[in-house]
């Protein structure tokens, strides 16, 4: 091919690719629309629309048209002629392509067909507190992830392929490793806080505040956070969730709990992070598949960094609790910054990981991950589930569930076939106390910076280090590059000890 033919190649790709992205956008819309606006009585309707263009746009995913400029485009004559956003995308889809177009399509379809019935059916049995309802549809899902696999095949273990998904290139040779380390540094952690007698004081935590007053708060932390409205609007939902559609129009959800404040802020700091990524990806990206997180891992390690290592450290709130105090005075009357700090960072081992604190969520996450490896290699049946969650809940966090309900129950992911998901949370969080640790390096005035509620250069530098980059490094590269290391997690260790030793005096 001369390099005119290879120009028109690239574009034709390239146009191709956009169009999938265009129907990505409209389903993103769509999503955030029934889960904020869309008024009851449509949503039947407007699920049906986003059916046909998933299925649209995974068609095309997996077309011979696909196929075709894959073929072409990684001829060795032409692969060094394109430009390296165009070599990335066919990296990418060449791997989507790998993965889909081996799964016979009657079979992908009867596996939504079975998740949208498991999702049914673990609403009804979460609410009716009755596993039996579920285990029938969750024994479905397992057979077609166990089906799936024999399609995609994998090296070492099976796992790998179906965590692959989530965050490329991890291994479960690597979070045995990771997690093993973790898992005793944090339970003796937690040991030295439980003993502790200097538990924080949580009454004022829990009274009234009004659901406006704390919206209010939201978008002065957002605005200093270095969210962008004019690219952005902030909405209340039921499960909070950030959506970028593209970097101009990158949106956050809220829950309000009038009797907690802490859902709300957290929260709108959380999805703000995220959203945070997704603003700030080079210009140069938009439009393209690179322009969105290059995974799961990295996106939390974002949403964490601000909601943990900013917002809940004790010079964020040198700035920002007068601020907060002024929306509703008699709440926090007489209590003062070391009281507040101390409160909004108590420890307690709970049932339920979305409500986990700091030091303990990272455990639910190794409760899940050893169930699904067992799971997927029939080391363990899907029957004995509720005993073998509480038996671990049990020896991981010391609390037993007296309900499936607030145990095995309580997560969605199962139902939808997310085996591989749940690592990528506690990814995050190892993720950001490393990113931390090198931003002291280039940021040695972190705190002092905190205290001046001056947050654009922490902005900035994940900006720099993580953000544009969209996925055009992969994850490992990510945190090679900025902390030049692999996954470590001894710095979480060490962050999560220096905090709870102040706030748990412990000596
Ligand atoms: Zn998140």
Request: charged share 30%; net charge negative; glycine share 6%.
């Amino acid at each position: 091919m001369n390099q005119t033919e290879i120009q028109n190649l690239e574009k034709a790709f390239m146009d191709f690719v956009h169009k999938i992205e265009h129907y990505e956008e409209a389903i993103g819309l769509i999503d955030w629309d029934l889960h904020t606006k869309a008024p009851k009585k449509g949503r039947a309707q407007r699920s049906e629309v986003m059916g046909t263009l998933s299925e649209q746009a995974f068609n095309m995913m997996i077309s011979p048209e696909m196929k075709d400029y894959l073929e072409r485009l990684s001829d060795p004559d032409v692969k060094g002629k394109v430009s390296i956003i165009t070599q990335k995308t066919v990296e990418y889809y060449q791997k989507e392509y790998e993965r889909n177009h081996r799964i016979p399509g009657e079979r992908y379809r009867a596996f939504k067909v079975a998740a949208a019935n498991a999702g049914d059916a673990w609403e009804d049995a979460k609410k009716n507190d009755d596993f039996s309802l579920f285990l029938p549809h969750l024994k479905k899902i397992i057979a077609f992830k166990k089906e799936f696999l024999q399609y995609w095949g994998y090296d070492e273990h099976p796992y790998d392929t179906l965590l692959d998904e989530y965050e490329p290139g991890m291994t479960v040779k690597i979070l045995d490793e990771v997690f093993a380390k973790l898992r005793g540094q944090l339970v003796e952690l937690l040991q030295q806080v439980m003993d502790s007698p200097h538990r924080p004081d949580t009454d004022f935590i829990f009274q009234k505040f009004d659901a406006r007053r704390q919206e209010a708060f939201h978008y002065v932390v957002l605005k200093a956070m270095g969210y962008d409205f004019d690219a952005g609007r902030l909405d209340e939902t039921v499960h909070p969730f950030a959506t970028g559609l593209n970097p101009g129009d990158v949106r956050v959800t809220t829950k309000y709990d009038e009797g907690d404040f802490r859902t709300s802020v957290f929260g709108t700091i959380h999805e703000g992070g995220h959203a945070l990524y997704e603003q700030n990806i080079a210009p140069e990206l938009i439009g393209t598949t690179m322009c969105t997180g290059t995974s799961y891992g990295i996106h939390e390690s974002q949403s964490l960094f601000w909601e943990n290592i900013v917002a809940r450290n004790r010079y964020f709130w040198e700035h920002f609790y007068p601020e907060l105090r002024k929306l509703n005075p008699d709440q926090f009357d007489g209590i003062s910054l070391d009281q507040f700090y101390r409160g909004i960072n108590v420890v307690q081992p709970s049932l339920i990981r979305i409500e986990a604190d700091e030091l303990t969520y990272c455990l639910h996450v190794m409760v899940r991950y050893e169930i699904e490896k067992a799971l997927i290699t029939d080391q363990i049946k899907a029957e004995d589930l509720p005993q073998i969650w509480n038996d671990k809940m049990e020896e991981y966090l010391g609390v037993r569930p007296d309900s499936d309900r607030e145990g095995v129950l309580q997560d969605v992911h199962w139902s939808m076939g997310d085996f591989g998901y749940f690592p990528s949370y506690a990814l995050g969080y190892i993720y950001s106390a490393q990113l931390k640790r090198a931003m002291d390096r280039d940021i040695p005035d972190f705190d002092q910076k905190l205290a001046r509620g001056e947050l654009s250069p922490i902005r900035e530098w994940l900006t720099d280090k993580v953000h544009r980059h969209g996925k055009m490094k992969k994850p490992i590269e990510i945190l090679q590059d900025v902390t030049g290391e692999g996954v470590n997690p001894q710095h979480l260790v060490d962050y999560l000890t220096e905090k709870y030793r102040n706030v748990y005096k412990l000596s």
